[in-house]
Structure formats: structure tokens, C-alpha cells
């Protein structure tokens, strides 16, 4: 049995719904126990494969929690326990390179981390997790491979630049990125790629472009970066990302 954690964001909360309909299976509504409150899963399990879904930014009163305030390790604590083989972030990204346009999905392969906090498990005694491949090669592969296959489309070396948020960044703070390597912008895959690495579990992180990043968009780079309609892209890749979890199912071996 192959067993999967996705991590998905605020454009995509349809997603464990439309998985279950598409598998025609039952989805359980689960809740983890951890230091930082409760946290709530929504699992699949069948026979031969168990996915686990989390939406990263879930509170207590059904409000949406914001980048800046998402307590990232109640959340990997909560995804590790479900004993996964491998680890899907889904991030919604902004495109500041021409190598991702809204739209498409691309795999991450490194991270330029500028978040404010230091996420760790272990505040007490050192630790000091490796991150020189953080990101798992052969469900890359895979990934990649449906995605070329399907929609001819598979970027893999994307570099993704975490940002703090909750604002969306400046043109000159885009500029910035850029010259320093990165190629989409991020508010949430840097603390979770810390934890993940902290737990030694394999991960992978879809990039989903739903925007250009500010002063980035070929129309016109004064238009102005439009929140719902971030939602509304990220939304319409809910089919894409189900095609590429169904690849690991059926192609990912443990």
C-alpha cells in the first residue's frame, strides 16, 4: 500500500471532494492531537492506497488563516502521522520568469527561503536536518512524466522564493528574486520544506502558477495582482493536480 499526504491552499478546496468522486470512494474526517491544537485531515483508504488531504490555512471558527499565521508544525506534525510514503505540497505560486505562466503546474526543485520565523521541531537540542536534495527524484519523475504526457507541459528545475506575505511582493522586490535565482514566489512551501526535511519523509511540491508576479504580466506590468482571480486559476488545476496524484498511486513504489 502506497500512502500520500497532500498539502493543498486556499484555491483548491474542492479538492478532497472531487478525489473521492473520482475514485469513488469515502472520504473520513479525522482530527490530530498535537502541542499546537488540533488539526484536522480529511483520508482516503482503500486497499492498495491511502492519500491524506490537509488545507494548510483551516481554523478553529472556518475562517481562512493567512500565510503569516499558519502554524506550520502542528500541520507536518499532523501529515507525518499519518505515516506517509511521500508528501505533496500543492503551492499556488506568482510567475516571475517566463518559465511558468498562469496556468500551468511545474515541479519545484530548490527554494530561496526568506520567511521571518525559524520553523523547527527541536527548540531544546540541536538539530541540523540536510536539504541538499529537498525534493523527492522519483516522484518527480513521475510526475513530470504525466504531465508530458497528458499536457505537454513538465518544468522541473523551478526555484520557488518564499516570502512572508500576507501582501502580495513589490515589482522591486520581484526584480530582487529574480536576479537571486528564482523563478516563481511563494508564501508557504519554505517552512513546510524545513519540517518535512526535519522528519526525513520524501516530498514533493507542485508549483501552480496563478498569477504574474507584480510587474511581471506581459499585458501590462502597472495591472494589479487580483486575489480572486488567483483563486479562481489555482481552482481550475484541481483536475491537473488529481491526474498527478493518481500517478503516484499507480506508479509510486515503496
Known sequence: ?????????????????????????????????????????????????????????????????????????????????????IIVSINSVGSISSLTRPGDIALASDIIDFADFSWSFHDIMAF????????????????????DEKYGISPENVIVAQCNGPQFESPAEINALEKLGA?????????????????????????????????????????PINHEEVKNISSSLENLIIDCVNSLINNYSV
Open 183 to 223: 523563478d516563481v514566489v511563494n508564501m508557504t512551501l519554505g517552512p513546510e520544506s524545513r519540517l518535512i526535511s526535519e522528519k526525513s519523509i520524501p516530498h514533493i511540491s507542485l508549483v501552480c502558477s496563478s498569477n504574474w508576479a507584480a510587474g511581471r504580466n506581459p499585458q501590462d506590468s502597472k495591472i
Open 1 to 85: 500500500m502506497v500512502r500520500i499526504s497532500v498539502i493543498y491552499g486556499t484555491g483548491m478546496t474542492n479538492l478532497p471532494i472531487l478525489f473521492s468522486e473520482s475514485l469513488n470512494s469515502s472520504l473520513i474526517s479525522l482530527r490530530c492531537e498535537t502541542e499546537w491544537g488540533d488539526i484536522p485531515l480529511t483520508l482516503i483508504s482503500e486497499n492498495n492506497f491511502q492519500i491524506s488531504f490537509l488545507y494548510r490555512h483551516h481554523s478553529v471558527n472556518n475562517l481562512v488563516t493567512p500565510p503569516h499565521s499558519i502554524e506550520h508544525r502542528g500541520n507536518i506534525y499532523a501529515v507525518a502521522s499519518t505515516s506517509p510514503d
Open 128 to 147: 541540523h536536518s540536510d536539504r541538499t536534495s529537498l525534493f523527492d527524484s522519483k516522484a518527480v519523475s513521475i510526475i513530470s512524466n504525466i504531465l
